[in-house]
């Protein structure tokens, strides 16, 4: 029998995301937003990435242990006036990552075909 989730046990198994090499004691912004998207929270509209960004980024660091990241969705909540219990909730009962498909909005996909400036190939030019 698979055991409860939790959000402790959440919190690990999304901070090794793409990467089961990782320990599991700190999560990325990346890896959160994708946590945050999987459980239907994240939707473009009323919370962003530019939200999540700006109270991530306030501990200065690119990743954070599991107490900064609790702290992190407070502040979240706080400021989009969202019901702290129904998030933790959510992301606690969202299944674990990469069991549920994550669709992106459409003009994300835009930027991952960029080329920098260098990168792109001259012609005729040689």
């Not at 995301?17 to 945050?36: K, Q, V």
């Not at 979240?76 to 006036?81: D, E, G, M, N, V």
């Not at 069991?99 to 991952?112: D, G, H, W």
């Amino acid at each position: 029998m698979d055991e409860e989730a939790t959000i402790e046990s959440q919190f690990a198994a999304f901070s090794k995301l793409f990467d089961n090499t990782r320990s599991g004691a700190t999560i990325t912004l990346y890896r959160s937003d994708y946590w945050l998207r999987q459980a239907a929270i994240l939707d473009d509209s009323r919370l962003t990435t530019t939200d999540t960004g700006l109270c991530f980024f306030k501990f200065s660091k690119t990743e954070l242990k599991y107490g900064e990241w609790c702290e992190m969705i407070s502040e979240l909540c706080a400021k989009k006036k969202l019901h702290e219990e129904d998030i933790i909730n959510r992301l606690t009962n969202c299944d674990l990552p990469e069991k549920v498909i994550v669709k992106l909005r459409e003009f994300r996909s835009y930027f991952e075909t960029y080329v920098p400036k260098n990168g792109l190939v001259n012609i005729g030019n040689d």
